[in-house]
């Protein structure tokens, strides 16, 4: 997989194809604090100015594009406009054109994980559109050829025409890009199973369907899935390599039914010892490391964090 979004800079866009009013109001972005309550607030809106012009330091007009949902938005205050501290949005056909209301905060704020207080009313027609969405202020992943331009969306709510359900999905690279219908880390189906996959499926780049004559004891299960959406292409790329540069040095490495389980966690050590930046503890001189300590899920990350473990000591003592 590309690397997984750990910081998530939002824009929210509000947009409705919608032949009614739709009241949107008093919406705020909270984020983690502190505080007694544990939230502190950080961006507002009552919709409560004079006048039907929004807040222009707040919102913008969403400009019109050539996708079923934009392609029929205006910028003009009679689609989207103020009234009695209410976002009104809406949708009409005039002189046999459709026109449709909506406005983001793109360019104006983005926030950083927290959570929404959003209060909205909405009608539903056939060709109608209404949506809450939140975007990524940037892109988080490169755009291979042929990708989709933005990169993802996730919908607060949204609902087409007259079906009867309100849709709240998470649209990613996963979902956009490589075309899976879901998106890690249930790539082992949920409740901690496994993803895995033979070691010669994964040299071609396909999902396995069956096990050969080696079968994982991992518990509680194992599902397969093609460990390429799992892990980061420059890691695919040199677990490639590698499988088959050794299997020249020991014959049998890379075979065909041999099991590649991943990836590996921090799940084998209920604790960890702290260590600071010098990676002792409280009692110096000891250096905890590895998957006992709590620093490691297996063999070779326990390695990993024992070179840099013996890079300190070598430090401390030159």
């Not at 490495?253 to 010892?273: K, N």
């Amino acid at each position: 997989m590309k690397q997984v979004i750990s910081i998530l800079l939002l824009w929210i866009g509000v947009l409705s194809c919608q032949s009614e009013d739709i009241n949107i109001y008093t919406l705020h972005a909270k984020d983690e604090s502190k505080a007694i309550d544990g939230w502190k607030l950080i961006w507002s809106e009552e919709f409560n100015q004079e006048g039907p012009q929004f807040d222009a330091d707040k919102w913008i007009f969403e400009p019109k594009g050539n996708s079923p949902w934009n392609k029929y938005l205006t910028g003009s205050t009679e689609q989207a406009y103020v009234q009695n501290g209410r976002l009104i949005l809406r949708a009409e056909k005039k002189g046999g054109q459709y026109m449709t209301g909506g406005i983001s905060t793109r360019g104006k704020a983005g926030f950083k994980y927290g959570k929404l207080e959003i209060c909205a009313k909405f009608n539903s027609f056939q060709g109608g559109w209404p949506a809450i969405w939140l975007l990524p202020v940037q892109r988080q992943y490169p755009n291979p050829p042929g990708a989709n331009e933005y990169g993802g969306e996730i919908d607060i709510m949204e609902q087409v025409s007259l079906e009867k359900v309100a849709w709240h999905t998470v649209h990613s690279h996963y979902t956009l890009d490589l075309g899976l219908d879901k998106n890690p880390p249930r790539a082992g189906g949920g409740a901690y199973h496994a993803p895995a996959q033979l070691a010669g499926d994964f040299l071609k780049n396909k999902e396995s369907d069956d096990w050969g004559n080696v079968e994982p004891s991992y518990n509680p299960r194992v599902c397969f899935t093609n460990l390429a959406y799992v892990l980061p292409e420059y890691v695919v790329d040199t677990m490639r390599k590698a499988l088959v540069e050794m299997d020249k040095k020991l014959k049998g490495f890379a075979s065909y039914d041999a099991v590649l389980t991943g990836p590996e966690t921090r799940s084998s050590s209920p604790v960890r010892i702290v260590r600071d930046e010098t990676m002792q503890s409280n009692v110096r001189g000891l250096y905890p490391c590895g998957e006992g300590a709590g620093y490691a899920g297996g063999i070779s990350s326990a390695a990993i964090d024992g070179l840099k473990v013996a890079l300190q000591v070598v430090e401390s003592l030159v």
